[in-house]
Nanobody, 123 residues
Framework: QVQLVESGGGLVQAGGSLRLSCAAS????????MGWFRQAPGKEREVVAT????????FYSNSVKGRFTISRDNAMNMVYLQMNGLKPEDTAVYYC????????????????WGQGTQVTVSS
C-alpha cells in the first residue's frame, strides 16, 4: 500500500507560481499511474493532470493546459505539479492520487490519496 503526502501549497498572487510535491512511501510509485486533483469549496473534486507509470504520457484539464506541468521521479518516489500563471480560479485544495490501472481522469478510479494541500491565489 502506498502512502502519499503533498506539500508546497500556499498563498500566491495572481500570475505567480507554485510547485507542489507529492512524496510517496510504502511502495514504489512506478507501480502506479499518478494524478493531481483539486477541490474548491462547494464544488466536486476534479482532475488537474495525470501521468502514466513511465512519465511519458500526460493529460491536462483544459483549464490548466499550458500553465501547469506534471512530472514524476520514480527513483525518488516523487510526483510534482509545477503551476505557473496562477489565477484566482485555481484556488482549491490539491490532492495527489495513485492508481494501479490507467491514468484515467475520474477520481473514483484512484485508490490512494494524500491529505491535500491548500492553494490560494489572490487577485
Amino acid at each position: 500500500q502506498v502512502q502519499l503526502v503533498e506539500s508546497g501549497g500556499g498563498l500566491v498572487q495572481a500570475g505567480g507560481s507554485l510547485r507542489l510535491s507529492c512524496a510517496a512511501s510504502g511502495r514504489t510509485i512506478s507501480d502506479y499511474a499518478m494524478g493531481w486533483f483539486r477541490q474548491a469549496p462547494g464544488k466536486e473534486r476534479e482532475v488537474v493532470a495525470t501521468i502514466n507509470r513511465s512519465g511519458r504520457d500526460t493529460f491536462y484539464s483544459n483549464s490548466v493546459k499550458g500553465r501547469f506541468t506534471i512530472s514524476r521521479d520514480n527513483a525518488m518516489n516523487m510526483v510534482y505539479l509545477q503551476m505557473n500563471g496562477l489565477k484566482p480560479e485555481d484556488t482549491a485544495v490539491y490532492y495527489c492520487a495513485a492508481n494501479q490501472g490507467l491514468p484515467v481522469v475520474t477520481p473514483r478510479s484512484y485508490d490512494h490519496w494524500g491529505q491535500g494541500t491548500q492553494v490560494t491565489v489572490s487577485s
